[in-house]
């Protein structure tokens, strides 16, 4: 019996921003698709608005992929996750073992097509533009909160604004000039009425 994708199915159990109060809980499942719809948009301005050559099937890939440690790991929140270097660098060995495991529930001969995007590179282009997308997400969820009169994303949003800003990526500048501001439009607004 192969186990994978019921492993990935469970995703949607597990809830992000467990620290904070939402107006609207999150999962992973979404939030992964999310992050690869943001990664999308961000290989297609890197590629033809800025003449990158950044490979978009597996960026978002990647994407789609990014969180399966979690099914095991659970999500930890960001500030436990980040607050020393010692607890993050064991974090990560466990994420490792956490997909070694799930990937392993895969038969063999589709483990070569598909295992590649469960560990990214982690220092490649596209991977940064996943990363990049993840926080993007994050952003976009700080909007909705805030819009539904929920002050507790107020600092996460700071934060957050200014990691994206000092990462320099001409592709994260231009989606927030051209897409961000809509997101605080209404339904109504976004049809023009």
């Known amino acids: 019996m192969d186990k994978f994708y019921a492993y990935l199915d469970r995703m949607k159990f597990i809830k992000r921003w467990q620290l904070m109060r939402s107006v609207r809980e999150e999962n992973i499942m979404e939030h992964s698709h999310s992050v690869a719809i943001l990664t999308h948009a961000l290989c297609v301005i ?3 608005v800025y003449s990158g050559k950044v490979d978009t099937e597996r960026a978002v890939f990647y994407a789609l992929y990014h969180e399966v440690s979690e099914v095991m790991t659970g999500d930890l929140p960001t500030p436990v996750k980040y ?5 993050h660098g064991e974090y990560e060995k466990l994420e490792v073992l956490a997909v070694e495991k799930i990937a392993n529930t895969l038969p063999e001969e589709m483990r070569g097509s598909i295992y590649p995007y469960l560990q990214a590179e982690k220092d490649s282009r596209e991977y940064r533009l996943v990363k990049a997308a993840d926080r993007l997400s994050a952003y976009i969820k700080c ?12 600092k996460a949003k700071k934060e957050i604004e200014t990691s994206l800003k000092n990462l320099h990526f001409p592709a994260v500048d231009y989606f927030f000039e051209h897409f961000i501001p809509a997101f605080d439009l209404t339904l109504d607004e976004l049809e023009g009425l």
């Open 143 to 154: 909007l909705e909160e805030l819009r539904s009169g929920n002050h507790e994303f107020i």
């Open 83 to 87: 607050f020393n270097n010692s607890i």
């Open 46 to 48: 890197e590629n033809e």
